[in-house]
């Protein structure tokens, strides 16, 4: 149990295009999700916390209107990157927590984006 | 100074050595101690859970916690070469917001 996924897994897009990337909880519901950075050899840096049919909450430096973030359901996240740029390319996660007492996060394989 | 301080390694160790890996941090806040396994391009996976100070044991892994010293450890009996991956601790005080650690890549040899 406890499964999230994501997709695509891999992406390659050019400069100034933008970029969907959908998290899912496969077999239980997520009232909120998390969106991760992870840059190489580094740590996993929170970019938002989004809560089913409300607004995204943002960490301090994360620009919201490049990191678009709609949770529209309680299975479903996703995370647009708009107009990319090569410093965009990154390893972005998702992690899902389904429960109201644990501090348990679900987390997703990841997506390799790279920006050309 | 970041919140949570974490060696990168590598730690490489034989088949079979004790591995110790630590944390330190500085917000008394935290309340809430986990690591996570990450393999290579893979998202990071739950090992151990604690609350507050103590320790816990699962297999082959024990996890302590001592908040008055702002340190964490996980320990690891009878490594395997499968243990190879990378180790994160990650820190909460609640309201679901983990803070990572760097990640620490442990290498085990056959």
């Known amino acids: ?116 | 100074q970041k919140e949570v301080e974490q060696d990168p390694g590598p730690l490489s160790v034989p088949e079979g050595a004790i591995v110790s890996l630590n944390c330190t941090y500085s917000n008394s806040a935290f309340q809430y101690f986990m690591w996570y396994r990450q393999y290579s391009r893979k998202g990071p996976e739950l090992l151990m859970y604690t609350y507050s100070s103590g320790n816990k044991e699962d297999g082959r892994f024990t996890a302590q916690v001592d908040k008055s010293s702002k340190y964490i450890s996980l320990f690891i009996r009878d490594s395997q070469p499968s243990d190879s991956a990378t180790y994160l601790c990650a820190l909460s005080g609640g309201f679901q917001k983990l803070v990572f650690g760097t990640g620490t890549r442990l290498l085990v040899s056959p």
């Open chain 1, 1 to 116: 149990g406890a499964v999230v996924s994501q997709h695509p897994s891999r992406v390659i897009c050019k400069s100034g295009t933008s970029v969907k990337i959908e998290c899912r909880s496969l077999d239980f519901q997520a009232t909120t999700m998390f969106w991760y950075r992870q840059f190489p050899k580094q740590s996993l840096m929170l970019m938002a916390t989004s809560n089913e049919g409300s607004k995204a909450t943002y960490e301090q430096g994360v620009e919201k209107d490049k990191f678009l973030i709609n949770h529209a359901s309680l299975t479903l996240s996703t995370l647009t990157v708009t107009s990319a740029h090569p410093e965009d390319s990154s390893f972005y996660i998702c992690s899902a927590d389904g429960t109201s007492d644990s501090y348990e996060q679900y987390f997703g394989p990841g997506t390799r984006l790279t920006v050309t």
